[in-house]
């Protein structure tokens, strides 16, 4: 039985051992999943600094030798102090070139320790960097001092009406160590975030959009998309990947990719037909602000006025309102056109029919066949 | 000379002659008030033009069937607009669009015309009511009206039905207003009312719980900071309402956490059914605003708080379910089952407001949507008869997940397609063949939950 308990001992001890000897040997560090993927291994990369203008602290940018910005990191050195007792906080905080936080990493030797000295298990170390990368706990809204005052969310306050509910400090911070992820959480989420994404902007070209655009993560590809007004020009890889984002069934995404396009980008014709082209298969809402999209095109192509013409007959009144708009925007006013829409005058659905004959009473037309059809649906 | 009178005398003459204009000189004796009586026909009535039977109507409209709304209001939208509940949702869930159509549709309207941003949906959230869509209350009422209008919708505001027959395979409804008396004549009914009003006074079986879920009268407060506030001197239970809840602000920049702040009292057993009802939950709610804002600014900082908005009127959440063809129950929410029948989705958790105090709540698993089957929302014996929205025939807890705007926005739309088929073919919703409701539905850009 002694045997049996010496023996347990002896193989902590030795857990323990081999856990600080990889400590010593290989630093903790955490990491998302980042926008570019880093060089690969052995390829020197380069490394520049700016300023914080707000913190007026160091920032660094990792980027390859072709200038492909990787990821900005900062060194953090300060206190975190509780009960009077103090301990050193030495850290590298990581961003990704979105801005969006990429992970953490401690110097060799260095860990992180909660009120009672204890150093974070590998849980902790986890918990801290799913926090860290939850930009929308509301860690800045409030004091160190507030929250860890708040009341709980057992206390029958939860609200569900619309339910913004306070979160409570457990669901916010690791156990035993509010200060540091308090502290943390600022860096991460704070105005370097936007520092960063800032420096990142005034270098923006189509290719490192394409890059941005082909991130594991929505939130980058979002990003992007907000972004792309910069350019005056998109190549064509930008383009399909675009209207790639367009067909895809995530609406959110879909509408963002939609609303990234602008008047300069729209003189492409090729991306005029590619928008058209999702058009019928689209979720309703998609096709309105893709026609939204294309009144505000310099020009309209001449493919998607005859495409757009095959449609009219089985449109929806609000479709058909979408389109007609179009037109009007467009000036579209060739024969073949006006006599698909003065067909719809005939449409037995009465919301339909009239979408028809506002459109067709505001053209200047002497054709015979319209002005007779005009005549017979107003009587 | 002229005598000061006989001047003082003309120039009055003058005054008058030269300076009354002439809109002034139209006075005259008018006809003793008289109320207009009418019989009016229509091919669809949609009775309520709340959260649901705005939508409704306008589909209705659109399909091409002659519809009237009825309101027994000024306004359309009900408790998006009136009651103040005006973040609806939710319309998307696991990063996909749930609900669309013609409630989208509004809402985003009402988005772009405001300059306002949409939630992130493709980020799937830690809270349900971050995908709830922040909009612009006045201008939702506006748009609500211009595209009833459009579709051809006859409106009818401050009108409310007083009996109903069905006679020769239609129904007679007589309404009230002010100064009329009407009875509309048509072909099928939806009931919008989120009361069963009209389902009750058709005949058909209605029901209520013992006890229902409180109302909510939604207002704001300011004048004080809540972060400065020593929450130590101030009980407890009065937090939250300093606190307030915070509507993530459609215009929120970068980092920074805005919101919009409201906040809300309970008002138990809130019923808008009758004027006596409804009448009762306003002063109820208000007359417990009141007494809070007095104690409130009892507290130490917040000595200059000032109420800063507060809606029209009590927003309901529970009255009365119909019977329907199917009554949905709450595996059946919460197991996502996608019904044969099914002709819209529903999203939020199981949120039953309990005792004026705390919440039931259980969240849906991850890729669960519950879908609404077009039975629940026919009353059993029924005929060329529909309910849309909050009296959906369900169990309780089951309808504390439907009873939201999204599902009841989905609800009105389906309801109306359904009547215009049935009115079209002269026969009953249920005898539609559902193929050719989920077909039309999608033609206007409804969301049709399929079986996988």
């Not at chain 1, 856990?19 to 010593?24: A, G, K, N, R, V």
């Not at chain 1, 570019?36 to 380069?46: D, K, N, V």
């Not at chain 1, 590619?274 to 019928?280: I, T």
């Not at chain 2, 705005?54 to 409209?61: E, L, P, R």
Request: hydrophobic share 35%.
């Amino acid at each position: 039985m002694i045997k049996v308990r010496y023996f347990g001992v002896v193989i902590v001890g030795l857990i323990g051992l081999i856990l600080i000897f990889f400590q010593e040997k290989y630093p903790i560090k955490y990491m998302q999943v980042a926008t570019i993927e880093s060089s690969p291994a052995g390829e020197p990369s380069i490394v520049v600094t700016f300023k914080d203008s707000v913190t007026n602290e160091t920032i660094y940018l990792r980027k390859t030798k072709d200038n492909i910005p990787l990821h900005y990191f900062k060194k953090v050195i300060g206190e975190v102090c509780y009960d009077d007792e103090c301990r050193l906080l030495d850290i590298v905080v990581y961003w990704n070139i979105t801005g969006r936080y990429l992970g953490f990493e401690l110097p060799k030797g260095e860990f992180l320790s909660k009120y009672d000295h204890d150093p974070f298990s590998e849980n902790e170390y986890q918990r801290l960097h799913t926090l860290l990368a939850d930009s929308s706990i509301p860690l800045d809204a409030v004091s160190f001092e507030k929250l860890v005052e708040q009341p709980k969310n057992d206390e029958g306050v939860v609200d569900a009406v619309s339910g913004a509910t306070s979160k409570s400090v457990a669901d916010m911070v690791v156990k035993g160590a509010a200060y540091t992820t308090y502290k943390l959480w600022n860096i991460v989420n704070g105005p370097t975030m936007d520092i960063v994404s800032k420096l990142t902007e005034k270098h923006l070209t189509p290719t490192l959009i394409y890059r941005i655009l082909q991130s594991p993560d929505i939130s980058d590809r979002l990003w992007a998309l907000n972004r792309m007004d910069a350019l005056n020009v998109l190549t064509p890889q930008l383009e399909d990947t675009l209207l790639e984002i367009i067909s895809s069934d995530d609406f959110y995404l879909s509408y963002s990719a939609i609303n990234a396009i602008n008047v300069i980008h729209l003189k492409s014709v090729e991306l005029q037909r590619g928008l058209f082209a999702n058009y019928p298969k689209a979720n309703h809402s998609i096709q309105t602000a893709l026609l939204k999209k294309l009144i505000e095109a310099p020009f309209l192509s001449s493919e998607i006025i005859q495409d757009s013409r095959v449609l009219l007959p089985q449109l929806n009144g609000q479709q058909l309102n979408d389109l007609l708009q179009l037109y009007t925007k467009h000036k579209v006013h060739d024969t073949k056109t006006y006599s698909e829409v003065t067909k719809i005058l005939k449409n037995e659905n009465k919301y339909i029919s009239k979408k028809a004959y506002s459109f067709l009473i505001n053209i200047q037309t002497d054709d015979e066949f319209i002005m007779e059809r005009l005549k017979a649906y107003k009587n | 000379m002229m005598k000061r009178r006989t001047m003082l005398k003309s120039m009055g003459a003058v005054s008058l002659g030269m300076v009354t204009p002439s809109f002034a000189k139209g006075e005259r004796l008018v006809e003793p008030y008289k109320v207009k009586e009418e019989i009016i026909t229509t091919e669809i009535l949609v009775v309520g033009g709340g959260t649901t039977g705005t939508i409704a109507a306008i589909q209705s409209g659109r399909a091409g069937a002659e519809t009237i709304l009825i309101e027994s209001g000024s306004q359309l939208g009900g408790t998006t607009t009136t009651g103040g509940v005006s973040f609806p949702g939710i319309f998307h869930a696991w990063g996909k669009q749930i609900i669309g159509g013609i409630g989208w549709e509004l809402v985003m309207d009402c988005v772009q015309l405001n300059g306002d941003k949409l939630p992130n949906f493709s980020k799937i959230p830690d809270s349900h009511w971050k995908h709830q869509v922040t909009i612009n209350a006045p201008l939702y009422t506006l748009l609500a009206e211009e595209k009833c209008l459009e579709a051809g919708v006859k409106i009818r505001y401050y009108e409310t039905p007083t009996h109903i027959e069905f006679k020769e395979g239609k129904w007679i409804v007589e309404t009230v207003g002010k100064g009329t008396k009407t009875s509309i004549v048509c072909n099928q009914i939806i009931d919008c009312t989120g009361n069963a009003l009209i389902a009750s006074m058709a005949g058909y079986d209605v029901l209520r719980e013992e006890d229902t879920q409180p109302g909510s009268l939604i207002f704001r407060l300011g004048g004080y900071k809540y972060d400065a506030l020593d929450l130590t001197k101030i009980p407890k239970k009065h937090h939250r309402i300093l606190r307030q809840n915070m509507l993530e602000n459609s215009k929120r920049e970068s980092r920074e956490h805005t919101y919009v702040p409201y906040s809300y009292v309970y008002v138990p057993g809130a019923d808008s059914t009758t004027s006596e009802g409804h009448t009762i939950a306003n002063n109820d709610g208000r007359n417990t605003l009141l007494n809070l804002v007095r104690k409130l600014k009892t507290f130490p900082g917040c000595e200059n708080l000032k109420l800063v908005d507060l809606k029209t009127e009590t927003a309901v959440r529970e009255t009365y379910r119909i019977d329907g063809l199917y009554k949905m129950n709450k595996d059946d929410y919460t197991s996502g089952k996608v019904f044969d029948d099914a002709v819209s989705h529903s999203f939020y958790p199981i949120d039953l407001h309990r005792d004026g105090k705390s919440i039931y709540q259980e969240f849906l698993k991850p890729d669960i949507v519950a879908s609404i089957p077009l039975r629940s929302l026919i009353p059993k014996r029924s005929q060329n008869f529909l309910v849309a929205g909050r009296c959906v025939s369900s169990d309780r807890l089951a309808n504390s997940a439907l009873r939201v705007q999204a599902s009841c926005m989905g609800m009105g739309q389906a309801a109306a397609v359904a009547a215009v088929l049935a009115s079209k073919q002269g026969i009953s919703p249920a005898e539609v063949d559902i193929n050719e409701i989920k077909d039309l539905l999608k033609k206007h850009g409804a969301i049709i939950p399929k079986q996988v």
